[in-house]
C-alpha cells in the first residue's frame, strides 16, 4: 500500500509538469485542449494552475472579502 502512495504521487507530479508544458505560459493549448488531449476533466487541468491538490472534503473556501 505504501508504494502505491509513492506511485500515485510520482504520477501525479510527471502529470502536473506535462499539463504546464501542453499549455506553455499561455501560448500552448487551451485547458480544454489538454484535457481532451490527456483524456482527463477540465476541473483537473484548472487545479493544476489553482495549486490545488487535495481530496474536496480539505478545498480552501472563497475568500468573501469587499
Known sequence: MADQV???????????????????DGEGMSYRE???HLGIKLSTVQDVFRGYKGAGTT??????EE
Open 6 to 24: 509513492v506511485r500515485n504521487r510520482t504520477w501525479s507530479a510527471e502529470r502536473t509538469d506535462l499539463i504546464r508544458e501542453l499549455r506553455a
Open 34 to 36: 489538454i484535457a481532451e
Open 59 to 64: 478545498r480552501p473556501k472563497k475568500s468573501t
